[in-house]
């Protein structure tokens, strides 16, 4: 028997899945192989990793802060994030209000917690309801502005700009142009009218209506199924598990050197700070660990920036389950991806390489393929390779390679 509680979404760049009951809410954004991805796209919203990054260091900032969902847990690899549920959209829970200025002080400080924690949220999409009249509403309104108990939120972040963020330079120039004549003096009295005025619950209804086919469908067991891998996952999992299979400590010595690319929270590092002279990780959107490992050197930056200014080698160098991101965010080749890495290799040393999941995922499969190529085209066939038995779903393979 299906669980009412349980509902699936569809959006154009991601699925949300909403567990009324825990009050927990888990946006899946798509990757490279979704199906007609340039149909599915947003122009100007950069690509999916972009919106994942954005929405997921939105939701950082306001860590804490009332009227907005709290971020629970998150996964960049397969780009969800998990966060509290905010209720329906504002007012279709039907709620009677007749004196709506009560909301006016919780739109407010949703306003000034923006302000604060330097957000631009969207505001000059408009969506048209009467155009002989010449009608027309924020798209925020009709989605974004929810209430649970009476309390105000606001929602979806993978279209706002936060300013000044350590990815901002990853933001493509169309993108930032659609923020060039964003005002504060013109979203804030906006916003608050729409909190309060009837204008906005026809705007909410009409959005549900023409979209009751795709919205909060209730699905069937393998939702619930998905729904728990979501409750087990944690960052940093099997750290040790894939220290064994790798045999990296076969690689290991008291002169020896390594370099974790997509360092995610530093765990490997951490783990074998013992068996290295010294670790260098690479983390474009994570803190470094506190406290850090006296032999440990945290590069706050990406792929492509690293390399850059780069001038070491390293006996070991560790990629896992990265390259697809840095192909994305960097906008590098997988020829030049697999050269950068093969230049970050001292004569004599080894690369350990995972892939992500390809297991239905045709786009995936290619990209590892022409990094595969790269790679063997540099230092021959792996000496070494495997794959992931619990990941069979998924289909996650490694090689380790010797640059002879």
Known sequence: ???????????????????IKKGEVVKEFYRHDIKNKRDRQIKARDSFYHSFYRE????????????????????????????????????????????????????????????????????????????????????????????????????DFETSYPIDSDYDKYFSAEFKQGYRDWSADEFMPLFQKLAIDDESELSSQVYLKSNEKQFMKTHALHIRKKWLNYQNS??????????????????????????????????????????????????????????????????????????GTNKQQWDLVLTFATTMQIADIDQMTESEIAKSHYDLIKPNGYLIYETQKQNGRPANGEHVQKIMQGLIKRMGEPIKSGKFVRNKRGGRSWYVFHKK
């Open 234 to 307: 944690s960052v940093g999992e099997n750290i040790t598990d894939r220290i064994k299979k790798f045999r990296i400590l076969n690689y290991a010595g008291p002169e020896k050197t390594m370099i974790d690319i997509g360092a995610n929270h530093g765990k490997f590092g951490i783990n074998l700070q013992n068996y290295f002279r010294h670790i260098d990780c690479v983390e474009p959107f994570c803190p470094a660990p506190d406290p850090i490992p006296s032999n440990m050197s945290w590069h706050p930056m990406g792929f492509k920036e690293f390399i």
């Open 1 to 19: 028997m299906v669980k009412q509680w349980l509902h699936r979404s569809y959006g154009k760049i991601s699925e949300v899945t909403l567990d």
């Open 56 to 155: 997921l260091t939105c939701l950082k900032r306001l860590k804490g802060a009332k009227h907005f969902p709290q971020l629970i847990d998150y996964n960049k690899e397969d780009m969800w994030i998990k966060m509290t549920y905010c209720g329906t959209p504002y007012p279709v829970d039907k709620t009677p209000r007749d004196n709506k200025s009560e909301l006016i002080p919780q739109a407010q400080k949703i306003l000034d917690t923006l302000q604060e924690k330097k957000i631009k949220y969207p505001y000059k999409k408009f969506m048209h309801m009467d155009k002989a009249k010449g009608l027309s509403y924020p798209f925020f309104t009709a989605t974004n502005l929810h209430i649970l108990d009476d309390v105000l939120y606001l929602i």
